[in-house]
């Protein structure tokens, strides 16, 4: 008990009598937010190592100021006119976040006030790519796993089975599992854009001094709850599901929605969720062997499927497809590689086509058992973006890159309740439908950035090297 005292001490903050202390409809620019309860201090994680970690109070989730959600994009959030904390509602149109983000980075300027503009949208653009993406399909860690067939099964199916009744029992086995009701953790991580390419030239950021270093805390409950909070930079991004609703915080856009059917948050597959991992890839088949870093592995491979992908599209933004693969290990059967790939497609008006493809390659290390349960205790992901259309002159790829190490896990935490998975205040019973019909007609139009070829003129220029 001694190596949770800390955790245990915060989770006091949990208690329903407690954080109803003040009504819900306090206005958002006077609430406290969560993170302000999560700061550093010395105490002792339960890996037994000493390093510093998290006191977490009961999550107080706010809205915008516009009072309504807006449907989340799974990419770049689009930017505010200004870049101050604006009127949710007033955001601007699809995609428009990355093309300022993209001219900040192609037009530095080697002073003072630029270098703080293009750290903050470097920040935005890597807190909104990474800092709480989704996995592809809906699941529920209740959902049993198939039952192991051979029979008129095609082989690249029973082969999946095999490989995840195997990561299962490596895991800490079925049993074992069925028995968390709840599950919390606490990481560090650190997050940097590494790289930047356009058609004519490549800049990579040698300096790792530029990273931008923070925390997270996790929060999951059956059936299909979860809750994250991360602090990087000054920046608090915020996101759960009550298991009906999937919405998102950021400073810069308030509360929005997820369109599309609940899905779980992929950070929680990185090692911290098997038994949602398993179910996950419960439809997935085999498609071969790969050694990935020096260790042999099995590949199960998952597609959304096409109702799927249409749910989720919206507007001038069609999702075309979202392939999920898994690499578990031969030798230790635990998932080892976790790579997932979505490709948009944004059509204009009278405009141009534009595709953006996202990839995240995670590595997941330092397996260690939690309460008989097998969590991988540091990772990292490496995430590319690469925007590209008819013109082969405006192609860019940015890369950006991650690590995160795990300081604290614990399971069937006491006092733990639904108060802690509740979405955003304002939020009703049907205002999701209507707000997306809204946005549908806000969004039917998708401005292309017509000073492109002055940004990649800059980057030609070397002013983009200026500040790295």
Request: hydrophobic content about 35%; aromatic content about 6%; charged content about 20%.
């Amino acid at each position: 008990m001694e190596k949770k005292q800390g955790f245990f001490s915060a989770l006091r903050g949990l208690s329903p009598s407690r954080s109803r202390g003040r009504s819900r409809s306090v206005s958002p620019a006077r609430s406290s937010s969560p993170m302000k309860a999560l700061s550093w201090g010395k105490k002792k994680n339960n890996t037994g190592g000493g390093g510093g970690g998290y006191y977490l109070a009961q999550p107080e989730l706010s809205v915008g100021r516009s009072g309504s959600l807006r449907p989340v994009m799974e990419g770049p959030d689009p930017d505010e006119e200004g870049g101050g904390g604006g009127n949710v509602g007033d955001s601007k149109r699809l995609g428009s976040g990355l093309g300022h983000w993209v001219k900040g980075q192609l037009s530095r300027a080697p002073s003072v006030a630029a270098t703080a503009v293009c750290r903050r949208n470097d920040l935005r653009l890597l807190l909104g790519v990474m800092g709480a993406p989704l996995a592809p399909i809906h699941v529920s860690s209740s959902d049993p796993l198939p039952h192991l067939s051979i029979k008129n099964t095609p082989i690249e199916t029973s082969s999946a089975q095999y490989i995840l009744q195997q990561y299962t029992a490596a895991s800490g086995g079925q049993k074992l599992q069925n028995s968390i009701k709840n599950a919390y953790a606490m990481g560090k991580l650190k997050m940097i854009t590494s790289e930047l390419e356009t058609a004519t030239r490549t800049v990579r950021n040698r300096n790792p001094s530029k990273a931008e270093s923070g925390g997270f805390v996790l929060w999951q409950m059956n059936p299909d709850m979860w809750y994250v909070e991360l602090s990087v930079g000054g920046n608090k991004v915020r996101a759960g599901c009550n298991g009906k609703l999937v919405w998102r915080h950021t400073p810069w856009l308030g509360s929005h929605s997820a369109k599309g059917p609940v899905r779980p948050l992929r950070r929680g597959l990185q090692g911290l969720d098997p038994r949602t991992t398993a179910a996950m890839f419960a439809e997935a088949k085999c498609i071969g062997e790969k050694n990935v870093n020096g260790e042999d592995c099995f590949i199960l491979k998952l597609c959304t499927d096409p109702e799927t992908l249409k749910a989720r599209s919206e507007g001038p933004a069609e999702i075309i497809r979202h392939v999920l693969s898994g690499y578990f290990s031969q030798k230790t059967g635990l998932l080892v590689h976790i790579e997932d790939s979505h490709l948009t497609r944004i059509q204009s008006n009278g405009g141009d086509t534009v595709f953006w493809e996202t990839t995240y390659n995670s590595s997941l290390d330092d397996y260690r058992q939690v309460e008989g349960i097998m969590i991988a205790h540091s990772g990292h992901s490496v995430v590319t973006l690469f925007r590209f259309g008819e013109e082969a002159m405006s192609h860019t790829r940015t890369k950006m890159e991650e690590s995160w190490t795990i300081e604290e896990v614990a399971f069937n935490v006491p006092g733990l309740s639904l108060d802690c998975f509740i979405p955003p205040a304002d939020l009703k019973t049907g205002s999701v439908t209507e707000y997306t019909q809204e946005e549908r007609g806000k969004n039917s139009s998708v401005v292309l950035s017509a000073a492109h070829k002055a940004k990649v003129a800059a980057l030609e220029n070397g002013s983009f090297e200026a500040n790295r």
